[in-house]
């Protein structure tokens, strides 16, 4: 059989190591230069405009954005409930309440219609999801949170590059948050970068980040421990000098398979937006997961399905929303593999099984 084509690849190379390898002979590995370089060297490389807080995950730095955005217990949060649980998790982690809307079937992202639907007198913000790394309608979502006063938090785990006209993710909320998880565009390990808004939201992450502390033992505020390190910052500075690239390869892979896919609806592409195709998902209208399994044990094709269980329906949430799109997302996604170290041979074999498999179950 031919070799196992894996759903995700980090690629780390030599220069990673020595990078971390730089660090460690340093003997400073927590929090210092490499970090603050990185944050600058991140808002600049994607053309931000506006600082960058490094913290230890994306979920950290949600959780912060959140908090140093006023966001706190009593307040209404709109999230998509087809996502990773981490948006709705950090929601609720400030004592906030998640308020589920459903998605756009072209996009897969928070439809403008039912964040609109979803305000209330308690509504203090909304958290759209650039899922896969298409961008959410940002254009109209930031017209709705001005008409009805409300602040607006990207969830960018998944959208490094990605952009709306000409504009970045990643510049259009009071915060953004960049995932730098292993199977993302790109990593430092583990880590997350926030750009924020303004220098009041700027303060109070380095505040909350560092125990709430500036300067050393005047601790400000009640906060936690979320300091990304030297060794991580490394990393992450590294892949900045190569992460352009993977994601010209990602919108090439994904460009062969969109061409010459059948029997499976491909991901549109919305006028005016960059893909960045953090995941290449198609929908399977009909038996989804035999076409998954078949993949895997007839030809050695792994996939991903994200997501397939709603958050509204997870255990900590258990909310009866009526959300028929997000329903019918989890039901039908599939996200082939896309990564930038696909060869030829491997886009080929994707096509070839993905088109015998669907034409045989039709
Ligand atoms: C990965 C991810 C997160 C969380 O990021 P971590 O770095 O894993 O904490 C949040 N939201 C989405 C959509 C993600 O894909």
Known sequence: MNDFIPPA????????????DRVMRSGMLAQGPEVKAFEEEFAAHFGLGRACVAVNSGTSGQH???LSSGVKAGDEVIVPSFTFAATANSVALTGATPVFADIDADDFCLSPAAIEASITERTVGVMPVHLYGHPAKMDQIMAIADKHGIQVFEDAAQAHGASLDGT????????AMFSLYP????????????SVANSDIEHLMRLYRNQGMEKQYHNEVVGLNNRMTDIHAAIGRVQLTKVGAWTKQRQENAAFLTANLEGVVTPPVSEGAVHVYHQYTVRVPHDRDGLAAALREEH????????????????PFQIGAD????????????????????????????????????????
């Open 323 to 362: 959300l028929p799109e997000t329903e019918r997302a989890a039901a039908e996604c599939l996200s082939l593999p896309v990564h930038p170290s696909l060869s030829d041979h491997d886009l080929e074999r994707i096509v070839t099984a993905v088109n015998g498999l669907a034409k045989a179950g039709a």
């Open 300 to 315: 050695n094709i792994g996939s991903g399905m994200f997501y397939p269980v709603p958050n509204h329906r997870l255990t």
């Open 168 to 175: 970045p993710v990643g510049a259009f909320g009071s915060f």
């Open 9 to 20: 690849k980090p690629i780390i190379g030599d220069e990673e190591r020595e990078a971390v």
């Open 183 to 194: 199977t993302k565009n790109m990593t430092s390990g583990e880590g997350g970068m926030v």
């Open 64 to 66: 912060l954005g959140l």
